[in-house]
């Protein structure tokens, strides 16, 4: 036991002193990758001013012509995977190389921004020596541009003959075409042995280990409806006071479960509803003194697992089901993006990413709280393969005016995906 600690703590000890553990060549993909830094920032620049906002469908594919020119220097076969036009998004940019050499990797990222053209234009600008400012800066092209740097990093020592590797840009990952648009990404992602996602990292210390998936939920109430004055005896309890319950015994039967949330994020209710999906907009009337006979709360789910989901609406469903006197709710949902599990399968990569991060002398690496993290395209992925997520570009105020990119850190996230990359498929 004595030794064991001991060897621990020597191995540790050598993690501080840089590149310490790392071999020859990986220290050659490192000088590269550090080499290249500059033509690296200035393809993030140029990626950044091509606004691509998910419904900019020619800006979406013109970050894609980009990126795919990149990819096809590095000896990546690329196609752009086309969407029916009713879906309304651009497609996806997909690049691959075939060989038999390690494990087939899966790498993501997503050429589309939160920010529409309608939206002021921010371009790529240097705050400090450490910190950029510009539309999807972080989220993600910063993690796009990373991908392309790692594997040019070692594409130029020969490090990726013979691997098999599959690059997934979507174009629809911040305003989603629903699952039409994911099946070819799943079907090729089963066809892989694990996948790793380079969305925002949290810094150097932290990968994704877990994402909490979403879905969303209709309650709809229906009461008799007279005189305010018949309230509480032959006409019942009105779609108000129903809906006010049901709300209620929600919170305080589901409210303090672990990484499990759901937000009601609109009401209506009255003598007549009506409700615009497209808009998200919803129009009522009524008067004091008629008792309400109809009532629509429209909200979210947010959960670690698909037993989770099904555990919470299952509960839902029976406080819904006990409707106060003369009044009924029905309840109905839609499932949006799965959750990426915490398993042993996806903390073994964790594992890889600690200890390579040890090796380079940059520190342990944990995964951050499932709960602090909104879903992602790996979700859709994770119940076939191993995954990590949030090995991307650090930075601040994704989808916001205020967003930035770390520099300093960047590099250095370069860097470790690059061997990240070469150990997987040694
Ligand atoms: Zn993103």
New binding site residues.
């Given amino acids: 036991m004595l030794k064991l600690y001991v060897t621990a703590f020597f191995l540790s000890l050598s993690g501080l002193v840089s590149g310490q553990s790392l071999s020859a060549v990986e220290k050659k993909v490192l000088a590269t990758a550090r080499q290249i830094q500059p033509e690296t920032e200035q393809f993030l620049e140029k990626v950044v001013n091509v606004n691509s906002g998910t419904l900019n469908l020619e800006g979406v594919r013109e970050n894609g012509r980009l990126m795919a020119a990149e990819f096809e220097k590095l000896g990546f076969k690329t196609e752009w995977v086309p969407l029916p036009d009713s879906l309304g998004r651009a497609g996806h940019l997909v690049a691959t190389r075939q060989g038999n050499r390690g494990k087939k990797l899966f790498l993501i990222g997503?050429l589309d921004t939160v920010f529409e053209k309608s939206l002021p234009f921010d371009p790529f600008t240097r705050v400090n020596d450490s910190t950029a400012a510009g539309q999807g800066a972080n989220?993600?092209k910063g993690g796009d541009v990373l991908i392309i740097a790692a594997l040019k990093a070692l594409h130029a020592h020969g490090l990726l003959d013979d691997t098999s590797i599959t690059v997934y840009f979507t174009g629809d990952?911040?305003s989603g075409g629903g699952p039409e648009s994911r099946r070819d990404f799943i079907e090729r992602a089963r066809k892989c042995d694990l996948a790793l996602a380079f969305?925002?990292a949290q810094g150097l210390t932290h990968v994704t280990t877990g994402r909490r998936g979403s879905s969303s939920w209709t309650l709809k109430i229906a009461s008799r409806t007279g005189h305010s004055s018949r309230i509480f005896s032959d006409l019942g309890y009105g779609a108000i006071f129903e809906a006010a319950r049901i709300l209620n015994e929600f919170r305080r039967a589901l409210g303090q479960e672990k990484y499990l949330t759901f937000n009601p994020g609109l009401i209506v209710g009255g003598s007549d509803v009506r409700y615009d999906a497209a808009s998200a907009k919803a129009e009522t009337s009524g008067k004091t003194n008629i008792v309400a006979p109809v009532a629509l709360v429209k909200g979210d789910l947010r959960f670690i697992s698909e037993a989770q989901k099904e555990s919470a609406r299952a509960r839902m469903r029976e406080i819904v089901e006990k409707s106060l006197p003369l009044t009924k709710a029905t309840i109905t949902f839609e499932d949006g993006i799965p959750a990426m599990e915490p398993s042993d399968k996806n903390e073994n990569l964790r594992k890889v990413v600690d200890q390579l991060s040890r090796d380079m002398g940059l520190g342990p690496v944990l995964s951050g709280d499932p709960g602090a993290r909104g879903a992602?395209d790996v979700s859709f992925v994770a119940q076939y393969l191993p995954c990590l997520d949030g090995l991307g570009a650090s930075g601040r105020g994704?989808h916001s005016i205020e967003e930035t990119i770390n520099l300093k850190e960047y590099p250095l996230l370069i860097q470790r995906a690059a061997l990240l990359i070469y150990r997987l498929t040694k």
């Fill in positions: 997503h989220d993600m990952e911040e969305e925002g992602g994704a």
